[in-house]
């Protein structure tokens, strides 16, 4: 009997490491994740650590991640999701859909006003039923509400009900230079406070995290380091202001190695501010599709460098053919700001609202000339957007009616688009956020209400047919008792 444990436990620790070698030498692993956790209660360090403490300008960051620690919170989620494994817990509570289970997750956020207004990342609070944010300096445990999101940025601003709290200064991300020193400051698994230090190494990267249908990408990059739990924290400079949400890592391991990612705070700003005043964010459409310049591009365009966006598709009847832009033009800046890349021009044009009016450099048959724009709306006009969405508490989301620009980018003449999904029955379906319906067993939809009524009420077979945010056509099937 002992030989014949030996014997097991010899192949199992074997097995162990033999599975652990062949996954740490693994070439090119390389993983864009986002910094938040889940299931991460019980493994609570006290640590904060500081990389870099020795470097020239030291006391410099002491003193910033003094100002900047007390303004990240450390926030908590729980959400009640459907378990995988249905045969896992016989006697667990069922719907007609499979089991349910509650699940936790956290992050940070960063205090913005003195009134409780905390900026997050969305995938730290996406489907959360229940956000409590507990502050770093009193310790204070408070229930938050979701005051708007912006998928296209993966931003979500929170409210929480007090008063004087210290809060962050915004810097000028603009300003930012690479090889300038920054601190990443977070408050993973309810720590005191995590600060790191580095550079930053790039601006205007594009690793294609945010799930959305216009996504916008143009985060700082930086080499301190980003763990689990500090998605939706500071990146600051050495004055102490926010200058980036931090959102997600790229390493080899799934943990930190390598650089992480965060949004400019003059993005985050301006997202915020839409957010507060509309409760939706304004953004402006131009009516064209630009592309990046590669050397093949370059040579082929009689181009010295590679600055600028190549206009391929130009809409008709729309801002840019109206303004007399043409495909086969190469824009050169936005508003006198160089353009290098097509994330920085989405960056450019994201900062202004429908109806404003932009300066385009762009380069035509060798010569340079000005052209202005004016941006329009998802609908196709200058108005400024209204909150359009209908929440269902029985469906658990939120759905809107298809935008014209969604409606001429996926070739579709009507659908409803959920946003939003919170515990209900959209959830249980697997049915993504951003997911356009457009006939229900064949009945089309053009508006919202008569969509939710017979969602909620239907019984029987059920066919959902539609278009997933890629563009791709996909339909779900269920038998509703």
């Known amino acids: 009997m002992k030989f014949t444990l030996k014997i097991v436990l010899i192949a199992f620790v074997s097995g162990v490491a033999g599975a652990a070698g062949f996954y740490f030498l693994l070439p090119n692993r390389v993983y864009f994740t986002s910094a938040s956790t889940e ?27 003094a100002i900047a620690t007390p303004t990240v919170v450390f926030i ?11 045969f896992f817990d016989f006697w667990s509570s069922w719907d007609f859909f499979g089991r349910r289970g509650p699940v936790t997750s956290s992050g940070s956020g960063v205090i913005i006003s003195a009134d409780g207004y905390i900026v997050t990342n969305l995938h730290v609070v996406k489907n959360a039923d229940v956000i409590e944010v507990i502050t770093n300096n009193n310790k204070h445990t408070y229930k938050a509400k979701v005051i708007g999101t912006d998928g296209s940025t993966d931003l979500a601003l929170l409210k929480i009900e007090a008063q004087t709290l210290q809060h962050i200064t915004f810097g000028n991300s603009d300003q930012v230079k690479i090889g300038q020193w920054v601190l990443a400051v977070g408050n993973p698994f309810n720590l005191t406070s995590t600060v790191t230090a580095g550079i930053v190494s790039a601006k205007g990267r594009n690793i294609n995290v945010v799930n959305n249908r216009f996504p916008i990408e143009s985060f700082i990059q930086t080499d301190a380091a980003i763990n689990p739990g500090n998605s939706g924290g500071a990146l600051v400079n050495t004055n102490g ?14 943990s930190y190695n390598g650089y992480g990612f965060a949004i400019p705070s003059n993005l985050v700003q301006k997202i915020v501010k839409d957010l507060i005043e ?20 370059a040579d082929q365009l009689s181009i010295n460098n590679n600055l600028g966006v190549y206009v391929q598709y130009v809409l008709p009847t729309g ?102 999904i919170r515990a209900g029955r959209i959830r249980n379906m697997g049915i993504p956020e951003e997911f356009i319906i457009t006939s229900i067993n064949k009945k ?38």
Not at 241 to 254: F, M, R, V
Not at 278 to 297: C, H, P, S, W
Not at 450 to 455: A, K, T, V
């Open 39 to 65: 299931n991460n209660e019980g493994m609570l360090t006290n640590n904060v650590s500081f990389n870099g403490i020795n470097t020239p300008g030291s006391e410099d960051m002491i003193k910033a991640s």
């Open 319 to 420: 801002p840019a053919e109206e303004a007399g832009i043409k495909a086969g033009d190469v824009i050169i800046k936005v508003n006198e700001k160089e353009i290098e890349t097509k994330v920085l021009f989405d960056e450019q044009v994201s900062y202004y609202r429908p109806g404003d009016r932009i300066k385009l450099a762009i380069i035509r048959n060798g010569k340079v000339q000005d052209i202005y724009l004016k941006l329009i709306n998802r609908d196709g006009n200058t108005a400024i957007i209204k909150k359009q969405s209908i929440t269902s508490n029985v469906l658990g989301a939120d759905f809107t009616p298809i935008s014209k620009v969604e409606s001429d980018k996926y070739g579709i003449k009507f659908g409803v688009k959920i946003t939003e």
């Open 278 to 297: 509309y409760n939706e964010v304004q953004r402006g459409f131009t009516g064209m599709d630009v592309k990046d310049i590669d050397g093949a591009l």
């Open 241 to 254: 202001e926010l200058i980036g949400i931090n959102t997600a890592i790229a390493s080899n391991t799934g």
């Open 444 to 481: 089309e939809y053009t508006k919202a209400e008569p969509l939710i009524q017979d969602l909620e009420n239907i019984r029987g077979q059920i066919i959902i047919e539609g278009v997933y945010s890629n563009g791709s056509r996909g339909f779900y099937s269920f038998y509703v008792y």
């Open 76 to 86: 908590k989620t729980l959400s009640n999701q459907q378990v995988a494994d249905p």
